[in-house]
């Protein structure tokens, strides 16, 4: 078992990091990255590929940059018309290219199923299918940089990042289990078009726990501003 253990970062680090992963691996102009505030700014509060959307000013982005930079994570390049930042995370984890961009998508998106993670992540490297992806996994679980919700490996199985404090990593691991497939048990219960009634609960408690995990991320990114604020 891995003893690697990683500092928490609030919801507005990791959206900010993931920005910065993200423009670095897009961008086809030099002019986008490094980014300006500005720029950063707008990425944090894009409506596409993030979850939740959020809100934030040029004086929350740079208080987060701030922050992140005591922590070796990010550095700020002056001498030009203005000031630009960038993320300095291969040397401070230490990984390679497509492990980086499926940081990225889960920093930006939050818990989701392998499914998911591997069509997002192959907007900014290719991963050609699943086995590829839980190839690539295994090194970044057993460095506790993923985690799995769920059973790993399976059909449906949810993961996240390894950067969650640890109420949050407790909200999303219960969220997590409401996950039709998660279930651990040899009894399997199969729905069909001619149960709709059950099928109709099913959906209903998904988007119950969508919700739920939605509302949970809202508030603590409330929260952590808060408490920055008073640091």
Request: charge should be negative.
């Given at each position: 078992?891995?003893?690697?253990?990683?500092d928490?970062?609030?919801?507005?680090?990791?959206?900010?990091?993931?920005?910065?992963i993200?423009?670095?691996?897009?961008?086809?102009?030099?002019?986008?990255?490094?980014?300006?505030?500005?720029?950063l700014?707008?990425?944090?509060?894009?409506?596409?590929?993030?979850?939740p959307?959020?809100?934030?000013?040029?004086?929350?982005?740079?208080?987060?940059?701030?922050?992140?930079?005591?922590?070796?994570?990010?550095?700020?390049?002056?001498?030009g018309?203005?000031?630009?930042?960038?993320?300095?995370?291969?040397?401070?984890?230490?990984?390679?290219?497509?492990e980086?961009?499926?940081?990225?998508?889960?920093?930006?998106?939050?818990?989701?199923?392998?499914?998911d993670?591997?069509g997002?992540?192959?907007?900014m490297n290719?991963?050609?299918?699943?086995?590829?992806?839980?190839?690539?996994?295994?090194?970044?679980?057993?460095?506790?940089?993923?985690?799995?919700?769920?059973?790993?490996?399976?059909?449906?199985?949810?993961l996240?990042?390894?950067?969650?404090?640890?109420?949050?990593?407790?909200?999303?691991?219960?969220?997590?289990?409401?996950?039709?497939?998660?279930?651990?048990?040899p009894?399997?219960?199969?729905?069909?078009?001619?149960?709709?009634?059950?099928?109709?609960?099913i959906?209903?408690?998904?988007?119950?726990?969508?919700?739920?995990?939605?509302?949970?991320?809202?508030?603590?990114a409330a929260?952590e501003?808060?408490?920055?604020?008073?640091?």
């Amino acid at each position: 078992m891995s003893t690697d253990t990683w500092d928490p970062l609030t919801a507005l680090d990791r959206r900010v990091l993931g920005v910065l992963i993200e423009k670095q691996k897009t961008s086809k102009s030099p002019d986008a990255y490094p980014m300006t505030l500005n720029s950063l700014m707008i990425g944090c509060n894009q409506k596409s590929n993030r979850d939740p959307v959020l809100n934030l000013d040029e004086d929350e982005v740079e208080e987060t940059l701030g922050l992140l930079q005591r922590r070796g994570l990010v550095s700020k390049i002056t001498g030009g018309r203005v000031e630009r930042w960038r993320h300095l995370l291969y040397e401070a984890w230490v990984i390679g290219k497509v492990e980086m961009a499926i940081l990225a998508e889960l920093f930006m998106r939050g818990p989701q199923t392998e499914g998911d993670l591997r069509g997002r992540t192959s907007r900014m490297n290719e991963i050609a299918d699943l086995d590829e992806l839980r190839r690539l996994l295994k090194p970044l679980v057993e460095r506790n940089l993923i985690i799995y919700l769920t059973a790993a490996e399976r059909r449906g199985s949810q993961l996240t990042h390894g950067f969650h404090p640890p109420a949050e990593l407790a909200a999303a691991k219960a969220a997590a289990g409401t996950d039709t497939y998660a279930d651990d048990t040899p009894t399997v219960t199969r729905v069909s078009a001619s149960s709709p009634d059950v099928l109709a609960s099913i959906e209903s408690r998904l988007a119950d726990a969508h919700a739920q995990i939605a509302e949970l991320r809202t508030t603590l990114a409330a929260l952590e501003k808060r408490i920055a604020a008073f640091e």
